[in-house]
């Protein structure tokens, strides 16, 4: 679940994603990153570039790789376990090095890649275990304000995000893990933010971007966000727990 917000324009399969402004990347995605073992890209075969339109602002284009590097990891096109450079990266999305080491650099303080001197990054492989801790810890910060807010928010706002948990149940339909890992996002932190606490949605944030989505059931998960929504709306408190607990228990 996580405000109204709209998820993030779509990426397509490894490639910078879409933008509606006058600044725009092509839409046209290249193919799979080949998994380099090195820093040094003169050996590998030439990768086709991403067409570019436009004059685009550095900040602009790191946070565009930034957001393509998240949904490949989140689609698995790059692959845990696997160490990746920063060369081989640019050259696939027609981009430097430069403002892919930066995103890299960002992920590993996320904890989504570690960094390998002289080689580039490895996507962090997550034990069942870890992944476990991770849900315990998302369901102590994430349930009890929702319980909270189920007796201190009327119907109408929770009405308003109606939009956002739609959203993750097309998402769950479409099959598109780096979409749904969007929409989630959206409808958990639409949700905690009516708890007025920045600091706390922001560290739920934080942590539902470390989910594995692979394998996990789309639909039903979309589906636990409507039923929540369908409780709160009716402002029924033990319905809202029942679903609470299913939703981060499961």
């Given amino acids: 679940m996580t405000g109204v917000e709209q998820a993030r324009p779509r990426t397509a399969a490894f490639g910078v994603p879409e933008q509606r402004s006058a600044t725009t990347w092509a839409a046209a995605a290249p193919p799979p990153v080949e998994r380099s073992r090195g820093d040094h890209t003169h050996s590998e075969p030439p990768a086709p570039a991403v067409a570019v339109r436009g004059t685009v602002e550095r900040p602009s284009v790191r946070g565009q790789v930034l957001d393509a590097l998240r949904a490949a990891l989140v689609s698995g096109d790059l692959a845990p376990g696997e160490v990746y450079s920063a060369p081989a990266l640019g050259e696939r999305l027609g981009v430097s090095a430069t403002p892919v080491r930066e995103a890299m650099q ?145």
Avoid: K, M
Wanted: with cysteine; aromatic share 4%.
């Fill in 106 to 250: 960002e992920l590993a303080r996320e904890g989504a890649v570690e960094v390998v001197p002289n080689r580039g990054f490895r996507v962090t492989e997550r034990t069942a275990r870890e992944r476990a801790e991770l849900a315990e810890v998302r369901a102590l910060i994430e349930a009890p304000v929702v319980l909270r807010l189920a007796r201190t928010v009327g119907a109408p706002r929770w009405r308003e995000l109606r939009p956002a948990a739609l959203e993750t149940v097309a998402a769950a339909s479409s099959g598109d893990l780096a979409r749904y890992a969007e929409a989630d996002r959206a409808f958990h932190r639409a949700v905690l933010s009516l708890g007025g606490n920045e600091q706390l949605v922001r560290v739920a944030d934080d942590l539902r971007r470390r989910i594995v989505w692979a394998g996990c059931d789309l639909s039903r998960d979309a589906a636990e966000h409507v039923a929540l929504l369908d409780a709160l709306e009716a402002e029924d408190p033990g319905a809202v727990g029942v679903v609470v607990r299913e939703h981060f228990g499961g």
